[in-house]
């Protein structure tokens, strides 16, 4: 404490701005005592505001019983938690279009990430594919823990040099993760143009040979 208990404090505002936070390891309900020395009428109610960053050790169970059947008031208490919030955060960690012969429908399996506090819940949206409507899912979220979502795309429908994107709504803190292009060209549709010298190797064949 900087001064004893007062119902004015205006004599300790110096000393209350000169004050550096920092940290500490005391059990915050160990002060309660010291409120009931609080001068004033004891018919009043009693307002309490609390700044920790909420550790469970801050709090003594017995402290408070002990408090709350001594004070003859009312009392209100606020905790304004300022302790370091846990990280939370979502992402698309893979999109991959499975195919299942050329008469079938395609999947396009949509894997999501998440880390944080809880179980949460996101849309996944698909758009960007000619032909095909832009379609939302919504994926239940664990931490620690990869979700899937299927997208069903059509067998009669021309992938040819179509790109997809894939996006989780809404944006989070981190928006850059929350996008995903997905190339649907099928894997034998891929031409390549190889540029080699006429003059061979040193063994007599192309220098091109293996990329052929």
């Given at each position: 404490m900087?001064?004893?208990?007062?119902?004015?404090?205006?004599?300790?505002?110096?000393?209350?701005?000169?004050?550096?936070?920092?940290?500490?390891?005391?059990?915050?309900?160990?002060?309660?005592?010291?409120?009931?020395?609080?001068?004033?009428?004891s018919?009043?109610?009693?307002e309490?505001?609390?700044?920790?960053?909420?550790?469970?050790?801050?709090?003594?169970?017995?402290?408070?019983?002990?408090?709350?059947?001594?004070?003859?008031?009312?009392?209100?208490?606020?905790?304004?938690?300022?302790?370091?919030?846990?990280?939370?955060?979502?992402?698309?960690?893979?999109?991959?279009?499975?195919s299942?012969?050329?008469?079938?429908?395609?999947?396009?399996?949509?894997?999501?990430?998440?880390?944080?506090?809880?179980?949460?819940?996101?849309?996944?949206r698909?758009?960007?594919?000619?032909?095909?409507?832009?379609?939302?899912?919504?994926v239940?979220?664990?931490?620690?823990?990869?979700?899937?979502?299927?997208?069903?795309i059509?067998?009669?429908?021309?992938?040819?040099?179509?790109?997809?994107?894939?996006?989780l709504?809404?944006?989070?803190?981190l928006?850059?993760?929350?996008?995903?292009?997905v190339?649907?060209?099928?894997?034998?549709?891929?031409?390549?143009?190889?540029?080699?010298?006429?003059?061979?190797?040193?063994?007599?064949?192309?220098?091109?040979?293996?990329l052929?």
């Open positions: 900087l001064n004893g208990l007062a119902a004015d404090a205006t004599a300790s505002a110096d000393s209350v701005k000169a004050v550096a936070a920092g940290f500490g390891d005391s059990s915050l309900t160990a002060l309660l005592p010291m409120v009931q020395t609080l001068p004033g009428k018919d009043r109610d009693l309490l505001v609390f700044l920790t960053d909420n550790l469970k050790r801050r709090w003594t169970q017995s402290n408070i019983k002990t408090f709350l059947k001594d004070v003859p008031r009312k009392v209100r208490v606020e905790v304004v938690d300022v302790g370091p919030g846990a990280p939370q955060n979502a992402w698309i960690s893979q999109a991959n279009l499975l299942f012969g050329p008469d079938s429908n395609r999947i396009l399996r949509v894997g999501v990430g998440f880390v944080g506090d809880g179980k949460t819940t996101r849309e996944v698909l758009l960007g594919i000619e032909g095909l409507d832009a379609e939302t899912q919504t239940a979220l664990k931490p620690g823990q990869t979700a899937h979502v299927d997208f069903r059509p067998a009669k429908l021309n992938l040819a040099g179509q790109v997809a994107e894939v996006r709504e809404p944006a989070d803190a928006p850059g993760d929350d996008v995903y292009l190339n649907l060209a099928p894997a034998w549709g891929l031409r390549v143009l190889i540029v080699e010298p006429e003059a061979t190797g040193t063994d007599g064949r192309g220098v091109g040979l293996h052929h």
